[in-house]
């Protein structure tokens, strides 16, 4: 199969983004919220892990060769998750914003044949969010943005957001939609609910107020983006489908909430064949791109095996792993891949 196999799930760490934060007022609270929301037996672990993944994280190396030996050709290069720092004033947010972008298009520069970048915007403050979305864009030349499923104070849903959605269609600009932390807190901070079950409802909530909230419907262009195959909702969409047929509340957006679906793209990190044969049969194969959550315990160090092996016919398998992602703007390719 020719054409560039593309994993759009990828994370690396901005030194930068850690500096900035060191020793701020609110750091501190921060930390103790995460913890809290994980638990001491979750955090211990998370810490070795992270630990032992900085090479990857930090070192280009030590990520070309990984890419290889799993068979992707480009990355998609978001910063971890970790460097949101939600809880920042928005001048400590511009700066970490403006590290983050920074940051990915060094790393993307070093080697641009096999890596695209994605930079950061402050959730938290929505005012501040379309400069963000022009620097890492406009300035820094990356794809797009990560954003989580919420901030402090604000839901996807929120009306604040209506300019960055404009902003982001215009640009066609892709925004990556990856959950960090869960506000169902203490229930889930025993057995790695925090993230097992945290980010699935995350993931299903956040895309949940995009879609009942109409943003698909103002802003029909939008490349949007969603980690871990969108969670739960793309496989239990009947539920809210039957919500809008009876409560009025729930008629916010145009039409059915399952017709939305092919108007997003979900990447392939659902774990398991059967899973994933499942999540193109709700969204479409047109709408799944390939990713790996590279290179965290919780994702998947063979990806596109996991694809071949689900048994979809060729034409499904090379959308999943080459051209939906070229569709997407996220391939280095400068002309279409061929059959």
Not at 22 to 40: F, V, Y
Not at 136 to 160: H, M, N, Q
Not at 284 to 305: C, I, K, Q, T
């Amino acid at each position: 199969m020719s054409g560039q196999v593309v994993d759009v799930h990828a994370h690396a760490i901005v030194p930068e983004v850690e500096a900035a934060v060191a020793g701020q007022p609110g750091l501190d609270a921060h930390r103790a919220l995460d913890a809290r929301r994980h638990g001491s037996a979750s955090i211990a672990v998370s810490g070795k892990m992270f630990g032992s993944r900085i090479p990857q994280l930090t070192q280009i190396d030590r990520r070309l060769a990984d890419m290889d030996e799993a068979g992707v050709d480009v990355q998609v290069v978001s910063p971890s998750p970790s460097q949101y720092h939600y809880w920042a004033d928005v001048d400590l947010a511009r700066a970490i914003t403006s590290s983050a972008n920074r940051g990915i298009a060094a790393l993307v520069a070093e080697e641009p044949s096999r890596l695209v970048g994605l930079g950061l915007v402050p959730l938290q403050h929505p005012e501040a969010m379309v400069a963000a979305l022009d620097d890492a864009v406009l300035t820094c030349g990356l794809a797009g943005v990560e954003i989580s499923s919420f901030a402090p104070g604000i839901e996807l849903s929120d009306e604040r957001l209506e300019p960055f959605w404009a902003r982001a269609a215009e640009l066609k600009a892709v925004v990556f939609l990856h959950p960090f932390g869960c506000s169902l807190d203490e229930r889930l901070d025993r057995f790695y609910l925090s993230n097992t079950v945290g980010q699935p409802v995350e993931n299903a909530v956040a895309l949940s107020h995009i879609i009942f909230s109409g943003v698909l419907d103002r802003h029909p262009t939008l490349k949007l983006v969603a980690a871990h195959g969108g969670g739960y909702l793309p496989t239990y969409l009947g539920r809210s489908d039957h919500a809008w047929e009876v409560r009025p509340e729930a008629r916010r957006c145009a039409d059915r909430p399952s017709s939305y679906l092919s108007r997003i793209t979900f990447d392939s990190l659902v774990h398991g064949p059967a899973a994933l044969r499942s999540l193109v049969e709700a969204v479409g194969a047109e709408s799944v791109v390939l990713g790996s959550d590279y290179p965290f315990d919780m994702g998947n160090d063979d990806p596109v095996a996991e694809v071949r092996v689900a048994g979809f016919t060729d034409a499904v398998t090379r959308s999943i792993l080459v051209d939906n992602s070229f569709r997407l703007g996220l391939s280095t390719a400068t002309t279409g891949a061929s059959a």
